[in-house]
């Protein structure tokens, strides 16, 4: 189980504890009276978690939609710049940190 502010991320090998799993959760947010949003409370082949797509049939990750247009967006806009802040670079590099733990190791060329 992978807790991050308000989701959960629960991974089982089989349906059967998935199920149990899921039932004990239902019963433990009606009991604590919290809301539940039921597109995330699936089980599914892929799953979208922290803006990682987790496809649990190829066993393979990838960065949401969102998540890639931003970075995308965030290096097009610093190439047009003849200088950067540190805040600005940092902010950057933060992304590039986020996105190179997501993508498969062999695509990621440092020069």
């Not at 995330?40 to 990682?52: H, P, V």
């Amino acid at each position: 189980m992978i807790h991050y502010l308000n989701d959960f991320l629960v991974v089982q090998a089989n349906m059967i504890k998935a199920h149990k799993y899921e039932i004990n959760f239902d019963n433990l947010y009606t009991q604590l009276k919290f809301s539940v949003n039921l597109k995330k409370n699936l089980i599914d082949i892929t799953y979208i978690f922290l803006s990682i797509e987790l496809d649990s049939i190829n066993m393979m990750t990838h960065l949401s939609f969102d998540k890639q247009q931003k970075i995308i967006q965030l290096v097009n806009s610093m190439l047009t710049k003849n200088s950067l802040s540190y805040k600005k670079l940092q902010t950057l590099l933060n992304f590039l940190s986020f996105a190179a733990k997501i993508v498969i190791s062999e695509r990621v060329f440092l020069r």
